[in-house]
């Protein structure tokens, strides 16, 4: 798929089906919401289901290395896959309800951003 590479949205998929299952509604989301491509960073069984069961659904799925497939060290891996100058990171729990684009006004000069908020059942 040909895409610009200058910047980007990237989400996670490693281990278990369910984190494939809630990465695939954030990328549709966000396919609503903004013209940014949408990659998916993840193990080799969940990247090969992705081409398979979910063609079309990501710009690009990206290979985490092996050393970082363990515990916190997952986060680490997305930086090190992402081929975009610059990438937003999503947890793969989440959905855009909102363009998410003007979120890159708050990045800073490195190559990788997370954003996020806490919200419980009294937000709206």
Known sequence: MSYSRDRGYLTMAVGRRPYLEMAVDLALSLEERTTLPVLLAAD???????????????????????????????????????????????????????????????????????AGELLGPADD
Do not use: H, Q
Request: proline share 8%.
């Open 44 to 114: 080799e069984k969940l990247g090969a289901l992705a081409r398979d069961v979910f063609p079309g659904v990501f710009a690009e799925i990206v290979r985490i290395e092996r050393r970082f497939l363990d515990g916190r060290a997952r986060k680490f891996g997305v930086a090190a896959a992402s081929p975009l100058d610059e990438t937003m990171f999503i947890d793969a729990d989440c959905l855009a309800l909102s363009n998410p684009d003007p979120l890159w006004s708050w990045t800073g000069p490195g190559p990788l951003t997370m």
